[in-house]
């Protein structure tokens, strides 16, 4: 079952895996950060990136993995409030730490 180049991120260029568009992520993304910080939950953001994977929660199209757009929202946090980055990680850790160590 080889991915068409379409199934393809836009950013990293993997194969989608975990396909969570970014509207859908930034929605469960925005209930943990309130815990936290509410002006800094209502900053995040999901931004419709198209393509041919179907977000297995909404359906919509969608082009960029969840690992990508994770990672960015958690350099967004990270510089403005540790302990929301902190649990922004234990909860959606698509393969950032690897990436961070
Ligand atoms: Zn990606
Ligand atoms: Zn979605």
Same mark, same amino acid.
């Not at 929605?27 to 209930?31: D, S």
């Not at 234990?90 to 393969?95: G, N």
């Given at each position: 079952m080889a991915?068409?180049?379409f199934n393809r991120c836009v950013e990293c260029d993997d194969i989608i895996t975990n396909p969570l568009c970014s509207n859908c992520l930034a929605?469960? *993304?925005?209930?943990t950060i309130r815990h936290h910080d509410v002006k800094l939950a209502d900053a995040i953001k999901g931004f419709k990136v198209d393509g041919e994977t179907k977000c297995i929660l909404c359906g919509e199209g969608m082009g960029l993995?969840?690992?990508?757009?994770? *990672?960015?929202?958690y350099r967004f946090l990270a510089e403005r409030n540790t302990a929301a980055a902190e649990d922004f990680l234990?909860?959606?850790?698509?393969?950032l730490r690897k990436?961070?160590?």
């Open positions: 991915g068409s180049p929605e469960r *993304m925005v209930a993995c969840a690992h990508c757009f994770s *990672m960015d929202i234990s909860q959606f850790d698509f393969d990436e961070l160590i």
